[in-house]
């Protein structure tokens, strides 16, 4: 009784926007869900709806459901300010689980940890999710076992960006000859496009312009007057945090049209839009998540966890907006990772080793997103020893100074092929590494 009492304050505590120091406690016939968190620092604007979306949804989870067949969840937050050192600490002390709740997947949520923590994951035999960062060529199940970059991969991002213009332009033929200038966070997240943006330009016959800007993108005037002077006829921006913003408005200082620029899936939600103020109406951006709370699940959250004072939001006005929506993916992916474990190992707590099988058996068809309250939020997800990303497509939004809205449905990446290029990589990974490869027809 006694440690009910404490998690029940550490909620309420944690709900008035207080960091309890008493401890999340869990019994062991719960499922622990860590949350590596980043409410303090640059990008705590981008994370701190995230966060919120996930608790929501594992609080819809518990409340209404139950729990996953009956299994309660619990989750506890350590803050890692988006650095790879604290993501490392953060990880280090969450990977036993809490209080006998074992931990079946870890989300790093941030690229910075996401590279750091490849390898203790898998001796720790721990999948990490990385849905929309980390590194693409784990999609390679094969050399990759416990890492798994769900649903959109930076390569099927930027081969999905392509395949936006080329439809755009008129067909695929149509893009020999235009100019498509990439303006990166200068960073592994940034630079993760250059290789797959230089197969599509030398497949297509498209410029390729490369255009770096260093953290924290606060001064970009270099960057747009060198954008000015190439006259693309599309940019993708594939900025982080306060980069975007700044990106937005210095490109309208110079003159550059707000509705020729394309956001990744990190450059998406209201939060880079807003401080951009009228620069910003026109502006596009790619999503796995789109924004708007008109689906199903919204409508499931709002009755139940929202109007009963219940959710984490700090701003009513992130209910809906994309980061909050990419929170309910994510949990969503991780609850469902666990059910499918469940139908081998029953149901109770996974592991880490159990909760990998799970992943590597998920399948969301439009029946399952249905039931789920997804259907048009996510798009169908299977995955598999060889295949750790499933999906691979985005939706296009745009936003017109107030709300983002659809202009697209599902634009898919060419996957096939972008896999060489995939396994390329995961070859040299597994060379360097002294990694032997799993035989994936043999895993069932």
């Known amino acids: 009784m006694q440690h009910r009492f404490k998690r029940t304050l550490a909620s309420a505590l944690l709900f008035l926007g207080v960091h309890s120091a008493l401890p999340v406690q869990a019994a062991a016939d719960e499922q622990f869900f860590p949350m590596a968190t980043y409410r303090v620092g640059a990008y705590a604007s981008s994370g701190i709806p995230v966060w919120a979306g996930m608790i929501d949804y594992l609080r819809y989870i518990n409340e209404v459901e139950g729990g996953i067949n009956g299994v309660k969840l619990v989750w506890q937050e350590c803050e890692t300010e988006w650095t790879a050192e604290k993501g490392i600490e953060c990880y280090e002390r969450f990977k036993k689980g809490l209080d006998g709740a074992p931990v079946a997947v ?32 784990a999609t390679d199940g094969s050399v990759f076992p416990y890492n798994f970059p769900v649903m959109l991969t930076f390569y099927s991002e930027a081969s999905a960006f392509i395949n936006y213009v080329a439809e755009k332009e008129g067909g695929l033929d149509k893009l020999k000859g235009k100019k498509i200038a990439t303006v990166y966070h200068d960073s592994a997240y940034g630079r993760e496009t250059q290789g797959p943006l230089k197969l599509l330009a030398e497949k297509y016959g498209f410029e390729n312009i490369q255009i770096p800007v260093a953290d924290p993108g606060n001064e970009q005037a270099a960057q747009w007057r060198q954008v000015r002077q190439a006259k693309p006829d599309w940019v993708f921006l594939r900025t982080w945090g306060v980069s975007t913003p700044v990106a937005i408005k210095t490109a309208a200082r110079f003159g550059y049209p707000v509705d020729r620029i394309v956001g990744d899936i990190w450059a998406s939600s209201d939060e880079d839009v807003l401080p951009a103020g009228d620069a910003g109406k026109g502006y596009l951006a790619l999503t796995p998540y789109p924004g708007g709370a008109s689906f199903d699940i919204h409508q499931r959250i709002k009755a139940f966890i929202l109007d009963k004072g219940k959710s984490d939001l700090k701003d009513p006005r992130s209910f809906g907006s994309v980061y909050y929506n990419s929170g309910l993916v994510n949990a969503a992916i991780a609850v469902e990772a666990i059910r499918a474990g469940q139908k081998k190992f029953g149901n109770r707590p996974l592991n880490g080793e159990e909760g990998r099988w799970g992943l590597e058996h998920l399948d969301l068809g439009d029946a399952r997103l249905k039931e789920m309250g997804f259907l048009g939020l996510m798009q169908p997800l299977k995955l598999s020893c060889s295949d750790h990303e499933g999906g691979g497509a985005a939706k296009v939004q745009q936003w017109d100074g107030q709300r983002w809205s659809l202009v697209t449905d599902w634009v898919q990446a060419d996957r096939q092929t972008l896999r060489p290029l995939i396994e390329e990589k995961s070859a040299a990974y597994a060379k360097e590494q002294g990694v032997t490869r799993r035989e994936c027809a043999k895993e069932s």
């Open 106 to 137: 870890y989300q790093p949520n941030g690229a910075p940890a996401a590279y750091a923590l490849a390898n203790k994951a898998e001796t720790d035999k721990i999948p990490l999710i990385t849905l929309g960062y980390g590194r693409t060529e």
